[in-house]
Structure formats: C-alpha cells, structure tokens
C-alpha cells in the first residue's frame, strides 16, 4: 500500500475492507465449487509515502510502447519494492495499491490494471472514506491476474451473455449481480447501474471457468447455467 501526497491511508479501514473482499470472493468460489481454501488471502504491507510514477497504462497500444511501459513498469515497481521490503517471491500475486488524492474532490474513485495470468496488479484510488470502490476494482484486477478477461462493450456495459452473472435468468433483466469483470449491474440490453456493495458483485459462468472455479465447457446455451444463489 503506497501513499501518495495528502493521502489518508487508515490502515485497519483498508484490513477490515481486504477481509470483506476476500470473504465475498470465497463466497462466490463457493457457490460455483463448494467449500475450500479461500482463493485470496490479504496481507497488507505498509503504508509506504511514494512520490515516484506509478504507470497504469502504455501511451497507445503499439507494441514499442506496450514494450517501453512494461519495462518501465518493471523498474517502478522494483523500486518500490525497495522501499516497502517486499521479497517478490514471498506473494502469488502482488497487488500496488497507491492511495492518492485529487485536489478539489473527495468522492471516491480507483482505476487500475492487472496483467491478464500474471503476478502483479496496480490500482490507484482514493485511500479515505467509503472504500467500495477501491475494493470492486482490486477484485476486479486481481481476477485478471488468475485469468478473467473483461466482459463489457465500448461503452462499459455487460456484453450478452459472458457478461452475465445469471445469463439464465427468465426474464433476463433486470439482472441482481453486476458481474465483477462488467463492474454495473444490467438493468436492460446495454444499460446497468452501479453496484453498491460487494455484495452486488458476482462471478459469472465464463469468468468461473476462464480462472478454474467451474469445468471447462463448450459455451453452448445450456452450459450458462450456475449454481444456484445461497438463500434465493
Ligand atoms: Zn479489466
């Protein structure tokens, strides 16, 4: 966890917030597999003040730059490593958190990259006040890294039906679950509405089989059904 100038970073705000992220993760692991291990486990390091770049994504998507920003990625974050002490080969994934703050606004907001079945994520965001935000978004990244692909169209919203989280549903909308690579919950065919807690967030029939929460199947019509939700 880094600090950048005029971030607040409350350190048993963020732990408490980890846990319920890992909680609601192992919640819906379990709803697709049954019990288990919890997938994600947190431990916080720091807060550590940071001054230096924090890059989140390449200038354009041309492979010299994509190559350029990864190299420089490497080097930011081995200095940051520096700082914090971290033996990179202690973590499965490392996850660069960099509490920052935008003068003039105190809303929340997190925006972030995670290498797709890499080990690293980055997410800057806002370290105070409400979390939620912060909280969806490193979900968010870090299923990239087990190997989640994005499922929203050019204008963020669910594609049909990998962006579901109950594609079955009948009628199919409005949906209950904003599946966490889309990040809104679907209200209509291309429309959706910010979730509001982590328990409006789900892991949908293609994201449980792209990171190996359910079998490998064809994507056919009849394979989109999940499990059902505890209680409902
Ligand atoms: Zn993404």
């Not at 990625?73 to 973590?91: K, M, P």
């Not at 959706?192 to 990171?211: F, H, N, Q, Y």
Request: hydrophobic share 40%; net charge negative.
């Amino acid at each position: 966890m880094l600090a950048g100038e005029g971030a607040n970073v409350h350190v048993d705000h963020w732990r408490r917030g980890l846990g319920a992220l890992s909680s609601r993760l192992d919640a819906e692991m379990r709803r697709w597999r049954g019990a288990g291990k919890p997938p994600f486990q947190f431990e916080l390091v720091g807060p550590f003040r940071w001054d230096g770049a924090f890059p989140l994504s390449p200038p354009s998507d041309r492979f010299a730059d994509r190559a350029l920003y990864m190299l420089g990625l490497w080097r930011v974050l081995r200095d940051i490593d520096g700082v914090a002490d971290v033996d990179q080969s202690n973590w499965d994934v490392r996850l660069y958190v960099f509490g920052a703050r935008v003068p003039g606004w105190d809303g929340s907001f997190a925006e972030g990259i995670g290498i797709q079945n890499g080990e690293v994520a980055l997410v800057r965001a806002s370290a105070g006040g409400d979390i939620f935000l912060p909280l969806q978004v490193i979900g968010h990244e870090l299923l990239h890294t087990v190997g989640a692909s994005d499922k929203y169209d050019d204008g963020g919203h669910a594609l049909e039906p990998e962006g579901l989280v109950e594609p079955e549903m009948a009628p199919r909308y409005p949906q209950v679950h904003a599946e966490w690579m889309v990040g809104e919950v679907p209200v209509s065919p291309g429309a959706g509405k910010p979730p509001s807690s982590l328990d409006d967030l789900g892991v949908g029939p293609v994201t449980a089989r792209e990171i190996g929460w359910a079998p490998l199947v064809r994507l056919a019509a009849s394979s989109t059904r999940g499990p059902a939700w505890p209680g409902r």
